[in-house]
């Protein structure tokens, strides 16, 4: 079969060549749909986040997947039955993190994570996973399902952000999206279509037109330039903000975001930065963490919950956000296309197969 994989840091992916898996007991295989890229495997390609599986020269990418099940092999699948699967793995045998369920809790070393980390990912014809990390959905959001990996993310963020406020009254009326790639779009999404968050913003660092700022302006929220209103200035220049959610990966955003949040606010942070050093004040932020009881929540990855609320909010998501969205879909012999960064790019995928 054919998959695509990567010498991190080396070049681009390409096609590779390779046995379909076996199924081992409890495994499902899987024949795969469509496979999203993000931002993650752009970090992964140029060699800046991930690992290598043990023995292995290449990486197969692939992360947000959807397949349809070939061979249920004794689980409680059906053939036929349209599945997403989870990211992360056991390194050996299974551990603490996994057996409650909560594998994106786990630390690093008690993971691996399927096309970024030590495994290779979906990005193949065919691949095999346990039945447990395999999440069903409706066949007509099939088209969508890679979709899924991605709100998941955002479900687990936005639990995180909700129970740091949990033992109180809090309802966000105000919030922004840092970074207007492909996760903070579908956020921003969910922030309107299904939050229904009163004044929704987004802030990106491109001039218009650009389809990311008609998509922002659609969907109802105020675009803010990074050039012209840094983080820090965004409450005098628009209105403090309730929950801030942190897609740039840009190091200095956590901090301007304790400046951008109201009292009580809440910032989540999902963006993955480089090293980089800088000068802060600190004693000013500390300050306003303490005084103003604002949080800041490091959030990663997702476990089968997130991604089985994932399947309801993407149901509930407009069809022509998705079809704004997402920009591109390409077959195996145009699959470069799909990793492509130009401003026209929003959302991309690979497609294997068809249902
Ligand atoms: P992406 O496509 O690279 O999006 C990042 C966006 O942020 C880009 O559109 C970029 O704008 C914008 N940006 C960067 N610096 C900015 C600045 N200073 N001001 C304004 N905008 C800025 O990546 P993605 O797939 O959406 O993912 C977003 C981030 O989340 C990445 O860091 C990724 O690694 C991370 N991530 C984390 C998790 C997790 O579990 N924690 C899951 C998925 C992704 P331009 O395009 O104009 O450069
Ligand atoms: C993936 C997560 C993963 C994270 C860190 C993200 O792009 O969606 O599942 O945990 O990268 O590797
Ligand atoms: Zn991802």
Redesign the pocket.
């Known amino acids: 079969m054919k998959a695509i994989a990567v010498e991190p840091g080396a070049g681009d992916p390409t096609v590779i060549e390779k046995p379909i898996p076996e199924p081992a007991a409890g495994e499902a295989l899987v024949r795969t749909l469509r496979v999203g890229v ?3 495997d752009h970090e992964v390609i140029r060699g800046a ?2 690992e290598l599986p043990d023995g292995s020269d290449r990486l197969v990418l692939g ?2 997947a959807v397949g349809v099940v070939e061979d249920p092999n004794g689980t409680n699948f059906e053939e036929g039955d349209v599945v997403v699967p989870t ?2 793995r056991p390194p050996n045998g299974t551990n603490e993190f996994f057996e409650r369920g909560e594998p ?1 809790m786990a630390p690093e070393g008690a993971y691996l ?1 399927r096309g ?2 030590g495994e290779h990912g979906f990005m193949a014809e065919y691949f095999t996973s346990p039945a447990e990390t395999l999440v069903s959905i409706p066949r007509d959001l099939e088209p969508l399902g890679f979709l899924v ?2 709100i998941s ?1 955002t479900e687990k963020a936005l639990e995180h952000a909700q129970a740091a406020r949990s033992t109180v009254h809090w309802e966000p009326e105000s919030a922004i999206v840092l970074g207007n790639g492909s996760l903070g779009l579908v956020t921003l999404a969910m922030f309107e279509k299904v939050l229904e968050i009163d004044r929704t913003y987004c802030l990106g660092k491109r001039d218009r037109p650009d389809p990311s700022i008609e998509l922002i302006e659609d969907l109802g929220a105020t675009y803010v330039d990074s050039r012209e209103t840094p983080v820090s200035e965004i409450p005098d220049v628009h209105e403090p903000m309730d929950l801030v959610y942190e897609a740039t990966g840009y190091a200095r955003h956590p901090f301007e975001t304790v400046e951008a949040l109201a009292p009580n606010g809440v910032g989540a942070l999902v963006g ?1 930065p480089d090293d980089w050093s800088f000068e802060i004040d600190g004693g000013k932020l500390h300050r306003e963490l303490v005084l103003h009881n604002k949080a800041l929540v490091g959030t ?3 476990h089968r919950g997130h991604f089985e609320a994932a399947v309801d909010t993407l149901s509930s998501v407009p069809e022509w956000v998705t079809d704004d969205l997402v920009t591109g879909v390409y077959d195996l012999e145009n699959f470069d296309r799909a990793f492509e960064q130009d401003e026209s790019v929003i959302k991309t995928a690979v497609e294997f197969d068809t249902l």
């Open positions: 993000d931002g993650t986040h991930g992360h947000e990211v992360r994106d994570e970024i980390v990996e991605p993310i993955v990663v990855n997702s």
